[in-house]
């Protein structure tokens, strides 16, 4: 049977280990079992209560421990594809979770980087002469055109007043 300071070694176990420890079989299942009956006693006395009180905090702190730790491995195995180890059926679920979150999160962002910034819309205000840009492609504007450009090409031309942004 279950015991409090059974419950408090395991907590010690995973608090003093960086790794995630290997729970008992069916550890939460039998911790619940251990605090029903407790709580079930007729003639509980004032320990009993503080030993069921005491007991609930260390499995607080175990399943605090025990999340961020699965968290931090979720992290890593998304980076780097290793595989969790001593997880128990709900934590391998919220490890499952936590990784494909990480992943789409991170295909995200390297996506958003990977885009094209969006070009400004900007309409001509004065014609000029054809001319070639610093990006080496052939520019021809004239007054009253709507055009897209790039930025620092726009950023000059706004400047000389030759164009402005379309509303």
Do not use: C, H
């Not at 992290?75 to 979770?97: C, H, P, V, W, Y």
């Not at 094209?116 to 205000?125: D, G, L, S």
């Not at 520019?139 to 509303?167: F, G, H, M, Q, T």
Request: glycine share 2%; hydrophobic share 35%.
């Amino acid at each position: 049977m279950l015991t409090f300071e059974a419950i408090r070694n395991v907590e010690r176990d995973e608090r003093e280990n960086k790794k995630l420890q290997k729970l008992p079989d069916n550890f939460f299942d039998t911790v619940r079992d251990y605090l029903k009956k407790k709580e079930e006693m007729k003639d509980k006395s004032s320990l009993d209560a503080l030993e069921i009180e005491n007991a609930k905090n260390t499995v607080k702190r175990l399943l605090d421990m025990r999340e961020k730790k699965v968290i931090e491995i979720a992290i890593m195995s998304s980076r780097t594809g290793l595989a969790a180890e001593n997880l128990t059926d709900e934590e391998k679920r919220l490890f499952e979770q936590a990784v494909t979150s990480l992943k789409d999160f991170r295909d995200n962002i390297y996506a958003q980087m990977k885009k094209e910034p969006a070009e400004t819309v900007y309409k001509v205000k004065k014609s000029m002469p054809d001319f070639v840009g610093p990006d080496m492609k052939n520019y021809s504007i004239r007054e009253n055109d709507v055009i897209s450009l790039p930025k620092d090409l726009a950023d000059l031309l706004i400047k000389e007043n030759i164009i402005e942004k379309a509303e």
